[in-house]
């Protein structure tokens, strides 16, 4: 290719411009020297480096946002299917308290049921978009500790704080509730209060989530042997939307357990 780059400009050169087949030089040069044919080739050699660092620049630039559109698509897709996890996961549960309380023919059946409505809707409906209200989710929370309390009775006592002003705080779905369904699930003790306090509070562009219960050892060990996913899901949900930029913390005090989570907002 060069050398028919060679011969093609000189003989144009020669033909249609000037006797002179090199006429950038300050003196008349001769075609098919030495010289000649170097300095042409090294002329050639930089502009196909020159066009081929263009293409290929191009092309990493093309793949980089192809890369970078499949990995967001395989992000979006994991994302919703761990969300998808966690609706029959909530939904066994409550179908389960429900299924208690039926046995025992209790008048409070029929109220749970309506809350369960209502929650569901929340779910099939809202649940849906990546980011939604944090004062929906809070109303959804609060909706699951009343059916908690419906199942529980007097033994539950709950707390939830808001700090901050957060109208305008918006955080993925269905983010928080499973580390409240665990309160319930480890926590209960028979013949003893179940206490859950919740605090929510915005600081600057961060929000602080934590939650504590007393803490059931004997409940810990008998689930040790089920295959429980809200708190594994909710900790891989937390790698794929907020990468290292989250801190979650648990931890055992005595016979009271605690999670603090941190998410920029």
Known sequence: MLCIFYIVRTELIYWLINENVWPESDSPQKAYSFNHILVVFLYGIYDVALVTTIKLT????????RSERLLEVQLRTELDFLKSQIQPHFFFNTL???YALSIEKSDKAPEMI?????????????AKEPKISLLKEINYIHNYLELEELRFGNSVKYNLDIVGNIDDVFVPPLLFLPFIENCFKHGTKENNSMRVEINFEKIKEQLIFSVKNNFNKQGEVKAKGKHGIGILNVKRRLKLLY????????????????VNLKIPV
């Open 58 to 65: 191009a092309d990493w630039v093309f793949e980089k946002r």
């Open 96 to 98: 389960n308290n429900l």
């Open 114 to 126: 309506l809350k369960l409505s209502e929650i569901m809707e929340y779910v099939l409906y809202d």
């Open 243 to 258: 990468n290292e930029n989250y801190k979650l913390k648990t931890d055992i005090f005595e016979e009271e357990f605690n």
